[in-house]
Nanobody
Framework: QAQLVESGGGSVQTGDSLTLSCGVSKFMSRRMCLGWFRQSPEKEREGVASIDTGGDITWYDYSVRGRFKISQDKTTVYLQMSDLKPEDTGVYYC????????????????????WGQGTQVTVSS
């Protein structure tokens, strides 16, 4: 039911920074899980970060911990990425699911119900 639109992707070099944004509308509930996932030809879709909008509880995949930061305001979820590496290359998707429907926000992609169209991030060495 929620509508999500990603933006901010692009081509950068190793070590650069980039911030992705995802506009969210038509929230399904007051409290949501919002997540960022990525997918590449070499890897299946994987969770990158998630946030519980009720208490700003966040989770990060080990591969990006310390380099990425997820945050949100009333209408947008952000993914601030720094010290980018070639292995960060992929299509990044934001996704949402009502918090009350799940036990936590750190979930496989199939547990998220609404998705954006994706935005490409390419990190060149």
């Amino acid at each position: 039911q929620a509508q999500l639109v990603e933006s901010g992707g692009g081509s950068v070099q190793t070590g650069d920074s980039l911030t992705l944004s995802c506009g969210v509308s038509k929230f399904m509930s007051r409290r949501m899980c919002l997540g960022w996932f990525r997918q590449s030809p070499e890897k299946e879709r994987e969770g990158v970060a998630s946030i519980d909008t009720g208490g700003d509880i966040t989770w990060y995949d080990y591969s990006v911990r310390g380099r990425f930061k997820i945050s949100q305001d009333k209408t947008t979820v952000y993914l601030q990425m720094s010290d980018l590496k070639p292995e960060d290359t992929g299509v990044y998707y934001c996704a949402a699911v009502p918090r009350f429907q799940v036990p936590r926000c750190n979930l496989p992609s199939e547990e998220y119900s609404d998705w954006g169209q994706g935005t490409q991030v390419t990190v060149s060495s």
